[in-house]
């Protein structure tokens, strides 16, 4: 099964700073990669699929890119509410597969 | 806006079989894929399988020998078996729709594992 691995585990930022976390697969998954958003005791909310292409009503200051083996997810001025858990996730393989999330917290 | 929710047992007997049912509400089940994800406490995610509104599955190839899903579209409901589970199968479990996409989720219902 490919393994997505995410860099860093944990990311520190000021509000309004941007987010840069990364993503990288064991092999190619093309732009079949998604990005999800955890909070707290909630489920993890879609952001992006292909790589880059934000889900329906996700702010544009989210997004995404990269292909083959290597993505990143920018936020580009971290509100309070986008404090959380990001996981990876690709879909060019069965089975799918998630990375094991990065922690953006606040500094 | 569809709405999912995930409901059975919290406490389930080692050996024994872990039934969830995904209740659909505010959309239809027709035409889409349904999946079932579970994530054990303070830990990442794992795709266990789906099923499309018709009745193909695919299932995680590490649980496929325990794994059955199910639907049932004039419950608007679909469901997920695990037999002989152990504390390792301990994990909130997540229903969605899509595949390999997920664009909504339940809420999540965390099953035990203990004797």
């Known amino acids: 099964e490919i393994v997505m691995t995410q860099s860093p585990a944990t990311l520190s930022v000021s509000p309004g700073e941007r987010a840069t976390l990364s993503c990288r697969a064991s092999?190619?998954?093309?732009?079949?990669l998604a990005w999800y958003q955890q909070k707290p005791g909630q489920a993890p909310r879609l952001l992006i699929s292909?790589?880059?292409n934000r889900a329906t009503g996700i702010p544009a200051a989210f997004s995404g890119s990269g292909s083959g083996t290597e993505f990143t997810l920018t936020i580009s001025s971290l509100q309070s509410e986008d404090f959380a858990v990001y996981y990876c996730?690709?879909?060019?393989?069965?089975?799918?597969?998630f990375g094991q999330g990065t922690k953006v917290e606040i500094k | 806006q569809v709405q999912l929710q995930a409901s059975g047992p919290g406490l389930v007997k080692p050996s024994e079989t872990l039934s969830l049912t995904c209740t659909i509400s505010?959309?239809?089940?027709?035409?889409?894929?349904w999946s079932w994800i579970r994530q054990p406490p303070g830990k990442g995610l794992e795709s266990i399988g789906y099923i499309y509104y018709s009745g193909s599955t695919g299932y995680n190839p590490s649980l496929q020998s325990r794994v059955t899903i199910s639907v049932d579209t004039s419950k608007s409901q679909f469901s997920l078996r695990l037999n002989s589970v152990s504390a390792a199968d301990t994990a909130v479990y997540y229903c969605a729709r899509g595949s390999p996409v997920f664009d909504s989720w339940g809420q999540g219902t965390l099953v035990t594992v203990s004797s």
């Open positions: 505010g959309g239809s089940i027709t035409g889409y894929y």
């Open positions: 996730q690709q879909y060019n393989n069965w089975p799918l597969t």
């Open positions: 092999q190619s998954v093309s732009s079949n």
């Open positions: 292909g790589a880059s």
